[in-house]
């Protein structure tokens, strides 16, 4: 799981270059057909994503 975590975490900064390349390329160009702002998002979905498996596959309770 921790790996898996680390995984998703790599490829969510992947993502966020691919993003800001995409944002500084220029106006009409769009990586792989993709918005900037797609990038952005599927590096967030990514990353909360990572946090969740941490959260769930971790042996100790969060919380009171």
Do not use: D, T
């Not at 106006?27 to 993709?34: D, S, V």
């Amino acid at each position: 799981m921790k790996m898996a975590c680390w995984i998703l975490f790599g490829l969510s900064v992947l993502l966020l270059a691919f993003g800001v390349y995409s944002m500084f390329a220029g106006q009409e160009h769009f990586l792989f057909g993709l918005r900037p702002g797609a990038w952005w998002r599927a590096a967030m979905a990514m990353v909360i994503y990572a946090i969740a498996l941490r959260l769930i596959g971790s042996e100790e309770r969060v919380g009171a």
